[in-house]
């Protein structure tokens, strides 16, 4: 059984910076990782990884751009149906790993999980390949500074979501700047934030978007506004979709939820064989004769 990790989210979540954590922790336990690079944007020394299998070696942004008269946006487009488009090289790239786990490190462009086909195609391909695929998405931790930016980060979550239709963890990265070093205790970083208060976000309560009780509230404070507020509330309430794994990349124990959490989404290991206690061989009882 192969397994496969989407690592998705938008611009800067810390991504990359995931990826490689992630798969860093697996080899340390004893499990082979693979980290595969979906980003014909990234620059070369955007990782500190080495992509085992990387889409810049099938097309790359820069080309497309300069041979395609395309702009960025335009070229990502590009670039991602020239890879649905070449299936069979990734095909043949994912060839040689067999019970492995891959670690897909995507691109930051939000509207690539929110409207395009481009995922969920792919996720079939997958699929049609027996690799077992869970998405994680990850939002980082400032979002939790600005109400009204955090629950928009909630709300493309949710679309990126019912988008993908693959089994799905939402993170909560960079806690550690939060929480400051200490792994799971959320201690309020200068008095600003408790743990309680920390709750109300990674398992997102609708109730912060009503309380307007501060200045920026009244400089918004029309009607309309209020009403589409209270829209978004009963959204969020009628399916609340969305929770968030905290995620402390300095803290190994956070690490290690999170990734028995994606193991346990995929059901990794449960067709593994029961392993047998090893036959003995005659040399075994040469001595009791
Ligand atoms: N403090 C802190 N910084 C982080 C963490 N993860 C990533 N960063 C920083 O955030 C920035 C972006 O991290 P990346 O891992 O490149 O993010 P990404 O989501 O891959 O970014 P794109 O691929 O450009 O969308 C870098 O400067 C990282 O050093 C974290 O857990 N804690
Ligand atoms: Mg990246």
């Given at each position: 059984m192969r397994y496969a990790v989407l690592v998705t989210g938008p611009a800067g979540a810390g991504k990359s910076t995931f990826s490689t954590a992630f798969a860093t922790h697996l080899r340390v336990s004893k499990r082979?990782?693979?980290i595969v690079n979906l980003d014909p944007a990234a620059t070369g020394?955007?990782?500190?990884?080495?992509?085992?299998?990387?889409?810049?070696?099938?097309?790359?942004?820069?080309?497309?751009?300069?041979?395609?008269?395309m702009g960025p946006n335009g070229g990502l487009v590009f670039c991602f149906e020239y890879l649905l488009e070449n299936m069979d090289w990734l095909e043949e790239e994912l060839g040689g790993f067999d019970d492995d786990y891959l670690i897909i490190d995507c691109p930051g462009q939000i509207e690539l999980y929110t409207h395009h086909p481009f995922l969920p195609q792919l996720v079939r391909n997958l699929q049609r390949m027996s690799i077992r695929t869970c998405a994680v998405y990850l939002l980082e931790s400032q979002f939790m500074e600005d109400r009204y930016k955090f629950f928009s980060g909630v709300l493309s979550?949710?679309?990126?979501?019912?988008?993908?239709e693959v089994p799905w963890i939402n993170i909560m990265s960079?806690?550690?700047l939060v929480s400051g070093s200490s792994s799971d205790t959320f201690e309020p970083r200068n008095g600003k934030r408790g743990k309680r208060d920390i709750a109300r976000y990674l398992d997102p309560d609708p109730m912060l978007l009503v309380a307007a009780r501060d200045g920026r509230d009244q400089q918004r404070g029309n009607s309309r506004f209020h009403d589409l507020n209270r829209a978004i509330v009963q959204l969020i309430e009628d399916h609340p979709l969305v929770s968030f794994l905290p995620l402390d990349l300095t803290s190994t124990d956070s690490l290690e939820t999170v990734v028995s959490h994606i193991d346990f989404t995929m059901q990794y290991g449960e067709d593994e064989e029961p392993k047998e206690p090893h036959d003995l061989d005659e040399g075994d009882f040469a001595d009791m004769e």
């Open positions: 082979t990782a693979h020394d955007a990782f500190e990884y080495q992509p085992a299998i990387d889409i810049r070696e099938l097309v790359t942004l820069d080309d497309v751009m300069g041979e395609m008269n979550a949710m679309s990126a979501m019912v988008n993908l960079k806690m550690d």
